[in-house]
């Protein structure tokens, strides 16, 4: 069964302090996305990881992709309150010919000030 | 317009009822794609048009049908659906099947 996991589920951190989510996937994949998702709202894009070894970063966030282990991360760094929202990874998986993704389950971050 | 658009924002139909979500991009993709996202699962593919062929068809009950008119136009089809599909529908699409895709705001849907 493909699986994709995130952990945690639910984070709730302080302003300037630092963290990390995690993504584990099941199967083999070189694509891997993370979006951000604000209540109410819809999925915006914010990191597309194509090889092993791809690393992203804009402002405090920053994504890795390691595919041997089947793991990304996404790095927060001194986070702020508009960090606040629920973030997605996503892995691309190429069966048959055809390409679908594969949502996690999402991190719910709340950053308090 | 820009981006992706869906229409309408918000849907309560009846059980009985039969009602079309409209999702529409002005990006020049050639993929579109429909999503469930409920409370309690994580975001759920439902079906992938690539170049206006249905590609993927995720398991979806048949009381939910897809049509792709062209590579700009998806629509989602409802009819007898259940309280528990109750939830948002979102759109995407990508320049093709597998790429980095872009989200509409989303229909949330109530079933009574």
């Known amino acids: 069964e493909l699986k994709v996991e995130q952990n945690p589920l639910f984070l709730s951190m302080q302003e300037g302090k630092n963290y990390t989510i995690y993504c584990n996937y099941s199967?083999?994949?070189?694509?891997l996305y993370w979006y951000r998702q604000d209540p109410g709202k819809s999925l915006e894009s914010l990191f597309v990881l194509l090889s092993n070894g791809a690393v992203k970063q804009e402002g405090r966030l920053m994504a890795s992709l390691d595919t041997k282990a089947r793991l990304s991360t996404l790095h927060i760094t001194a986070a702020v309150h508009d960090l606040s929202a629920t973030y997605f990874c996503a892995v691309d998986i190429p069966p048959s010919g055809t390409y679908k993704y594969i949502f996690g389950t999402g991190t719910r971050l709340k950053v308090l000030a | 317009e820009t981006g992706v658009t869906q229409t309408p924002r918000h849907l309560v139909m009846g059980m009985t009822n039969k009602k079309s979500l409209k999702c529409e991009q002005h990006l020049g993709h050639n993929a579109m794609y429909w999503y469930k996202q409920s409370a309690k699962k994580p975001l759920e593919l439902m079906f992938v048009?690539?170049?206006?062929?249905?590609?993927e068809n995720n398991s979806v009950p048949s009381r939910f049908s897809p049509e792709c008119p062209n590579s700009s136009h998806l629509f989602l089809h409802l009819h007898t659906l259940q309280p528990e599909d109750s939830a948002l529908y979102l759109c995407?699409?990508?320049?093709?099947?597998?790429?980095?895709?872009?989200f509409g705001p989303g229909t949330r849907l109530t079933v009574l």
């Open positions: 995407a699409s990508s320049p093709t099947s597998g790429d980095e895709q872009f």
């Open positions: 048009y690539n170049f206006k062929e249905q590609t």
């Open positions: 199967t083999t994949s070189d694509r």
